[in-house]
């Protein structure tokens, strides 16, 4: 049977593992290439790097550092920030990712999905998405209770700077159909937190698209991750401070699941 | 020498990269005489179906294939570079786009594959929130412990997945492991000199790489 997939994430920035909270405030978290041979021994799923500057900054994402990261593991990655086009997906999976992840280009040029994955085949093109509640909300009993209607998640582009009109739910749905092979959803409302997944977001898209779904954002506890795999059905739990300043290796995490009866490889 | 063949299609150096960890002489090539030069050859390949066959056509590498594989040497297809051995696929241009609209789902089109082996290609059906592409670790249900891919590999272990499309050989005396999703699918194919395993054995960790050392050492 397939299992629940466990990913860290290393967000990059000029060269560095870095993490903020709610997308602001970045500390560094190590060189890249060590951290992510920290998580292949600890028998991590995937590992998902994203340049988090490159969108913003307007550079392309650092094509000699994934080549360096797919020397050094044997393990599948995505990478994402700052692809715009064709080319730059070309250059990312030749230099050894074997995922990228689109978001601001995905949004300006929907197309581009659609193009992409049938260029590259849809299971190498992961939309990521990152979402905010137009409401605020201030701890996890509120979301539990949120309403569920569309319009709830904005959904915003460049990093998290630039608000769009689109809603989380309609445009997870238009980017399935359009080839998208994953989504990866990150609650900026939660991102860096520690107070848990937004379930309400992620089971609201869970449930419209017949896709993957990554959760990101606000893993902080054990429990944490049960609750986005089993309540709301997510396929794969990302998350990077929880991992990165070693609180819980990979291993401990997926050894909690495996207690608690979610399928997970061990 | 094992050959990879290059053919535009994708991430090949990771390949590369783990058959060079464990000691083997490789080299990555769309020529067709250095193809010939090597007593191994392995096909990657992630993409798109008929975009592949188009590029193995449009650089000369079909005749190449064909003599390799009729000569009796070692050949592995990985993944889509497995799915290209089979006669004809679900997967199209045309197919791709029609399957999000599923009003017009009724005419499947096909495309042709090298029809090396007898079967087809198939893609997972959406039925009982099955998620499609099949993404990520799933085990192997040895059914052929005599394959030598398969030597000391314990059954039901965990290797990676990332497709939508699986095979489904016309002879079952093919089959030498598959994997559960929704249905039982060929992960591992196995007839004389012809391996094709249908995840990626350079991407997944210990096991992935065992399974590449025993096709070194065939």
Redesign the interface.
Known sequence: ?????IIPCLDIKENRVVKGVKFVGLRDAGDPVEVARVY?RQ?A??LVFLDITASFENRKTLINLV?EI??NI???FTVGGGIKDLSDIRGL???????VSINTAAVKFPDLIKDA????????IVVAIDAKRRYPVNNRQTGKQANRQTGEWQVYINGGRTPTDLDALDWAMKAA???A??ILLTSMDYDGTKDGYDLALTKAIVERI???VIASGGAGKLEHFYDVLTGAGA??SLAASIFHYQEYSVRQVKEYLKEKGVLV?L | MIAIIDYGM??I??VQ??LE?MGAKTIVTNKPDEIKASDKAVLPG???FD?AMQELKTQNLISALNEHIKSKKIFLGIC?GMQLLFEESEET?ES??RL?SPLTLSAVEVSKGLGILKGVVKRFE?KD???????????LKVKNSACPLLKDLADNS?V?????YYPQPKDGRLIAATT??GIDFTSVLWQDNIYGVQF?P????ET??KILRNFVSL
Not at chain 2, 160 to 164: A, D, E, T
Request: hydrophobic letters at 30%; glycine letters at 10%.
């Open positions: 049977m397939l299992t629940r997939r292949d028998q799923d995937e080549e797919a020397k044997f393990m599948p999976l030749n230099a050894g990712a074997d995922k994955s049938l260029k590259f085949g849809s299971q190498c159909e359009l080839g092979g994953e017949n896709i993957p396929s794969a490889r | 994708g991430n150096h990771s990269k783990a960890s992630v993409g798109a975009d889509l241009r791709m786009v999000r959406n929130n099955l998620k499609v592409p099949h993404m990520g670790w799933n085990q965990y990676y997945f990332c497709h939508s559960d999703y990626h350079e991407k997944s960790q992935g790489l």
